[in-house]
């Protein structure tokens, strides 16, 4: 699987081409902030009324999947419980962001937002937070590219290389089905031919027989090519299929995307890199 990384610093509400995006709430924070907040004003308050509710209170662990109606570039919004921020610690910050991982995986999002700040706070480094979500997110998705959930660029090249091959058989037996009529026409050639051989032998030895009558529809001495031979086909040309992608956007102030594009720089160049990653912007 390829993962490939790009950077937003804009508007998280206007982030294009994703499928989805992830939103934390804290369970001790009130108004919503963050990606959450903006998701929140453009949903009409959607996510308050949900707090309100007491259908989701931002729990540790607790999560939802929030269906945007197209009021947003992208379709699905992860609400994920960080707990209270008072009792934030790294190894909250590297389950949660592990489970991020496992839950977008679980969902097939192959394109999707992330703000890492929101997750980790202050308990960890921007690098270290990437390492452990990127690294976390490869070992998520399965190997298998028609596993669940399917990858949908790799189904389309299977769909078009089955259209190929049914179309390369079809073919195949329309040019069988040619040939042998065109050896069957032959060979009703060669058996008036022979006869008029016969009738011409026949009439020059003094026999008196008749030449043979023209059959209707025979159009004698022109020869008709022969069609193509099925094995002259080879074999159908098929698509390679495409590796498994993951396209993240990675949200964030100017000075928190600085540090990150510049950690998967020096990794780029690291052979000895935990994780291997194409990224631009």
Known sequence: MRVQVTFETGHPA????????????????????GLASHADWRLNGFLSRLLMGDKFSGKA????????????????LFLVGMGRR???????????????????????????????SDIIGEVL?????????????????????????????????KERNEERADHHRRRRVELGEARRLWEG????????QARAAQAQAASEEGTGAPPPRPV????????????????????PEVEPVPERTVRVVLLGEIGRVGELRQALKRMSADEQAPIDVEWSR
Do not use: N
């Open 125 to 157: 480094s921007s690098e270290d937070a990437m390492v452990i979500f990127l690294d976390a997110l490869s070992d998520s998705y399965p190997e298998d590219e028609f596993s669940d959930p399917p990858y949908l660029p790799a189904l389309q090249v």
């Open 216 to 235: 209707a529809g025979h159009v004698p001495d022109r020869e008709t090519p022969a069609p193509p031979d099925p094995d002259s086909l080879g074999a």
């Open 185 to 192: 026409e032959r060979e009703a050639d060669a058996v008036l």
């Open 61 to 76: 662990g607790e999560w939802l999947l929030v269906h945007t109606q197209g009021r947003m570039p992208f379709t699905h």
């Open 86 to 116: 008072d009792e934030h610690s790294v190894r909250r910050a590297r389950s949660a962001l592990e489970g991020i991982a496992g839950k977008v995986a679980l969902a097939g999002l192959h394109a999707f937002s992330i703000d890492l």
């Open 14 to 33: 206007k982030t294009e081409g994703v499928d989805g995006a992830v939103a934390v709430v804290w369970q001790d924070e009130r108004p919503l902030r």
